[in-house]
């Protein structure tokens, strides 16, 4: 069965430093979302991307946050000048298609990013 | 302000029992409820997806309800298995808006062997 993949697994990276988190949906889908997960708290909405534009984003996802569609198959996520609280897991969904429909978004495994 | 309660403390139960999760909303109005299970260090995996209209879903061993007066989705594991043990998660989805997933903090499953 397709899946979404990301990399790293896990990312450590100096406070201050910029990362980018790599994600690859499923093929055939059109619709990509970011989220993250604070250890312990509840998966929360960053933002969403269709036809090579944010359609929706979240009080979270603010100037620091970017995301990009460089080719056919990759989605990132790119957080500029990292803080300590950036320290989560940042999950990758996809969706074949948006709209009045009821496909479910599917999830990749994450990139655990620790900010030190 | 808009909220999803999952019961916080975890639900322990028997292998072979069935296992009940609630998941409470207030000031929503999902056209969509979903449920998924989350094991450690993994992402979201699907499960069920409800509508509003629908009362119920089911799937093999697993049930949904969706009360849209109660504003309550019940979610039923049946004949459980060690294997079902994991975290489930709630998410509400509205037309309005963002078609983005709004989650519960989700239970925990410990099913007894």
């Known amino acids: 069965e397709p899946e979404v993949t990301q990399t790293p697994s896990h990312q450590v990276t100096q406070m201050g430093q910029e990362v980018i988190l790599r994600c690859v949906p499923i093929s055939n889908h059109l619709y990509f979302y970011w989220y993250r997960q604070i250890l312990g708290q509840k998966v929360e909405f960053l933002v969403s991307f269709y036809n090579n534009e944010i359609s929706e984003k979240s009080e979270i996802f603010d100037d620091q946050f970017s995301v990009e569609r460089p080719d056919g198959s990759n989605f990132t996520l790119k957080i500029r000048s990292t803080k300590l609280e950036d320290s989560a897991m940042y999950f990758c969904?996809?969706?074949?298609?948006?709209?009045?429909?009821?496909?479910?978004?599917?999830f990749g495994d994450g990139t655990r990013l620790s900010i030190l | 302000s808009q909220k999803i309660e999952q019961n916080s403390e975890a639900l322990n139960i028997q292998e072979g029992k069935t296992a009940t999760l609630t998941c409470n909303y207030t000031?929503?109005?999902?056209?969509?409820l979903q449920w998924y299970r989350q094991d450690p260090g993994r992402g979201p995996v699907f499960l069920l997806l409800i509508r509003e209209n629908e009362k119920e879903k089911r799937k093999e061993r697993l049930k949904v309800t969706f009360d849209t007066t109660l504003k309550q989705s019940l979610f039923h594991i049946t004949a459980s298995q060690p294997a079902d043990s994991a975290t489930y998660l709630c998410?509400?989805?509205?037309?309005?808006?963002?078609?983005?997933?709004?989650f519960g903090s989700g239970t925990r499953l410990q099913v007894q062997p």
């Open positions: 998410a509400l989805e509205t037309f309005a808006g963002r078609r983005a997933l709004t």
């Open positions: 000031n929503y109005s999902p056209a969509y």
């Open positions: 969904a996809s969706r074949v298609t948006g709209g009045e429909s009821n496909q479910p978004q599917h």
